[in-house]
């Protein structure tokens, strides 16, 4: 069964720090590997990686991609309360373009 | 550029019931998926439309339906509405191939 796991769960850190959200997945066919914020109701693209080993980056974001190891990291640095939102991460299936969720990491940043 | 839209915002329906909902994409965009986030649930795919035709659907029972209108615009239908059908109803849009971006969602709410 596809799975996608994200970890932490939850993070609270302060204004100012760099944090790092994980994903592992197990996504038969897999095409590639998205994040996405999520504040009140609609997720919001953030990075879409299809590739090993290449960093993405926009703004104080960035992420990259581990196809061997089946895992992505999403960093965040120089965290503002803005940043304060559930991110979640999804794994596509080729073909099915069907995405599977992760539960979400709920990060707060406290000022 | 405007985003997907989605209508309505809320809906309360009582057990037993049908309801509507809809999607507007991103003008260009020919794929509509919809997905399903109830309450402390991630992200579940419900169906994927692209060029007026169901091409894939998650694991939801055959009273969860829609369809695509020729201008790609989608209507998800969900029929004996049962307690736990209460969520969040995203829609996404998408090139073909590509990132899936996401409305604003309908809340609906069965009693």
């Known amino acids: 069964e596809d799975k996608v796991v994200q970890s932490p769960l939850s993070l609270v850190v302060h204004e100012g720090d760099t944090v790092t959200l994980n994903c592992s997945y197990e996504?038969?066919?897999?095409?590639?590997l998205l994040w996405y914020k999520q504040e009140k109701k609609a997720p919001t693209f953030l990075f879409m990686l299809t590739s090993s080993g290449i960093e993405k980056k926009s703004g104080r974001l960035s992420s990259i991609l581990d196809k061997k190891e089946l895992f992505s990291i999403l960093n965040i640095t120089a965290t503002q309360t803005g940043d304060s939102a559930v991110y979640l991460c999804a794994g596509e299936i080729q073909g099915a373009q069907k995405l599977v969720f992760g539960q979400g990491t709920r990060l707060t940043i406290n000022p | 550029e405007a985003g997907v839209t989605q209508s309505p915002t809320h809906l309360i329906k009582t057990r037993g019931q049908q309801a509507t909902l809809r999607c507007s994409p991103i003008s260009g965009h020919t794929s509509v998926y919809w997905y399903q986030q109830a309450l402390g649930l991630g992200l579940q795919f419900l169906l994927w439309y692209d060029e007026g035709e169901e091409r894939n659907r998650g694991n939801f029972p055959p009273r969860f339906s829609g369809r695509q209108f020729p201008n790609y615009s989608s209507e998800l239908n969900v029929n004996a509405l049962e307690l736990e059908d209460s969520a969040l109803y995203l829609c996404?849009?998408?090139?073909?191939?590509?990132?899936?971006?996401f409305g604003p969602g309908t809340r609906l709410t069965v009693t």
């Open positions: 996504v038969t066919n897999f095409r590639s």
């Open positions: 996404a849009s998408s090139v073909r191939v590509g990132e899936q971006y």
